[in-house]
């Protein structure tokens, strides 16, 4: 059994919930390393003093190491018909099974989105959330001075101190800083929860009824899905169940038998 259907086994479908992870603990560089901050002034406040190491180390741990992060692969635009629209959907990116699904032998949850959003906003209310797609763009290494969320103003800094400061310099940029990545991620069509707290630990989301159906991988065993079905059946959970399938160049879904389907219940 691979490990992406033992936790869906051993954790997503018994406690209902979903981890929403550090967001120092993404695959990308960008996200898990150090950013490098500079400082700037508007009032000639001298600067010297400032160790930009110091203070870059500062402001990532600050904005970075209480942040977490849930992580979904969204549809692109449908037009609704499924032959042409295949290639649009979340589930069928090869790249991204083989990536995060065992290399095509685990499988993919469906969400409702607008449940999950109510989901996350009760399990959390304490917490500041932002919510949105990401944005693909490459970026220049070289800071550009009149608009950029790698510089720290020390006028607002010196005047808030640092913790006022960086709630309001996360408002002001969390869509540069948390909400872009490079465009060879783009494949993703990546839409995201980033939850900032008082903590540095992972937190769990109750997914309420927002689970509406999972996509086998074309290498998923025969025997892992009876095993997600029958706890699903065991649940009394009202979903669908597809497996992904290649028709010459193109993937599909196989429109599983009646024997894997979930009875409505009252």
């Known amino acids: 059994m691979s490990s992406n259907i033992r936790v869906l086994l051993e ?18 560089p960008k996200e898990s390393k ?36 849930l992580c979904f692969s969204q549809d692109r635009e449908l037009t609704g018909n499924h032959i042409e629209d295949i290639h649009n959907r979340g589930f069928c ?20 989105r607008e449940t999950l959003q109510r989901a996350v906003d009760s399990a959390f ?11 693909y763009i490459n970026r220049s290494s070289i800071t550009d001075f009149s608009a950029s969320p790698y510089i720290i103003n020390a006028d607002y800094l010196e005047r808030y101190g640092k913790q006022k400061y960086l709630e309001e310099h996360i408002h002001t940029y969390y869509k540069r800083l948390f909400f872009e990545k490079c ?20 937190l769990f989301c109750d997914f309420q009824g927002a689970l509406r159906g999972i996509v086998f991988g074309v290498s ?4 892992d899905i009876e095993c997600i079905v029958s706890l699903c059946r065991q649940q009394r959970r009202q979903m669908w169940f597809e497996q992904l399938e290649w028709k010459g160049c193109a993937p599909w879904v196989s429109f599983l038998s009646l024997k894997l389907s979930i009875p409505t219940y009252p």
């Open 220 to 223: 998923c065993s025969e025997g």
């Open 34 to 69: 150090n950013w490098f901050f500079t400082v700037g002034t508007n009032t000639d406040l001298e600067l010297g003093k400032y160790d930009l190491q110091v203070l870059s180390d500062e402001m990532t741990r600050g904005m970075k190491h209480k942040t977490n992060v």
């Open 93 to 112: 990116r090869p790249r991204m099974w083989a990536q995060y699904a065992e290399n095509h032998a685990g499988v993919y949850l469906i969400f409702s």
């Open 183 to 202: 465009e060879v991620w783009r494949d993703e069509v990546e839409y995201r929860w980033v939850l900032f707290g008082d903590d540095e630990q992972d």
């Open 125 to 135: 209310p304490h917490h500041r959330i932002y919510e949105g797609p990401v944005i």
């Open 11 to 28: 954790h997503i479908l018994p406690t209902n919930k979903l981890k929403a992870g550090r967001y120092i603990n993404t695959n990308d």
